[in-house]
């Protein structure tokens, strides 16, 4: 079955740790998203690509990275200079890369917490 | 410019009665429309979309929305709920104009449904 993965579920890290969330898509997906989700904000754009070895910044960009070295693969870094990294964080994904009208894909998130 | 307004952060029904989830929307061009659903620790999942065919579009899980342009409204209703409808809502909206991945999310609307 197609669909997009993110790894790990969980993760815990200390304060000053740059760590890396994991995004792989197997839909053949041009675009890809990140999103950060906290309680009673919706969700945030992070970053997102249309195509590989391209990203843009979203809403919330500072404090993190992100490349696109494959079509199926969009790993976010979340660095030390993210001053309030503990979230859930959403990947997603969408075919085409002009169509407003394709919905998004998501996968099933990872909460990170920080401490 | 694209925005999206979802007038209820919270709604309460009991098991068997209808549901309501109002979302009203701004956009300079013919929009898309989504709605979201988000279990907890899930991802979203895509209920319904309307892409300027029919204005009352149907989902999954027995839900529907109906476009009104006079109204700018999309709102998410079902006649009967269950409990396992008990997530979190979210009203997407998209256009041609729009930046930032041409998605901006409402805010969410928490549903929970009583025995």
């Known amino acids: 079955d197609g669909g997009i993965t993110q790894s790990p579920k969980y993760l815990f890290r200390k304060e000053g740790q740059n760590v890396t969330l994991s995004c792989e898509q197997n839909l053949n997906h041009d675009a890809m998203y990140w999103y950060r989700q906290d309680p009673g904000q919706g969700l945030r754009l992070i970053y997102y690509s249309q195509i590989v070895n391209d990203f843009q910044k979203g809403d919330i960009a500072e404090g993190y990275s992100v490349s696109r070295e494959k079509k199926e693969s969009f790993p976010l870094t979340v660095t030390s200079a993210q001053k309030n990294p503990t979230a859930f964080y959403l990947c997603?994904?969408?075919?085409?890369?002009?169509?407003?009208?394709?919905?998004?894909?998501f996968g099933n998130g990872t909460r990170l917490t920080v401490t | 410019a694209q925005s999206v307004t979802q007038l209820d952060s919270h709604v309460s029904v009991s098991e068997g009665t209808p549901v309501l989830l109002r979302c009203n929307y701004s956009s300079s061009y013919s929009p898309s429309l989504f709605w979201y659903v988000q279990h907890p620790n899930k991802g979203l999942q895509l209920l319904l979309k309307y892409t300027s065919a029919a204005t009352l579009v149907k989902g999954i899980n027995g839900f529907e929305a109906e476009f009104k342009k006079s109204e700018t409204s999309f709102h998410l209703t079902k006649p009967s709920a269950h409990m396992s409808d008990a997530a979190e809502y979210f009203c997407?909206?998209?256009?041609?104009?729009?930046?930032?991945?041409?998605?901006?999310f409402g805010k969410g609307t928490k549903l929970s449904v009583k025995p």
């Open positions: 997407v909206v998209s256009d041609r104009g729009g930046s930032q991945g041409n998605l901006i």
């Open positions: 997603a994904s969408k075919e085409g890369t002009g169509t407003y009208n394709s919905p998004l894909h």
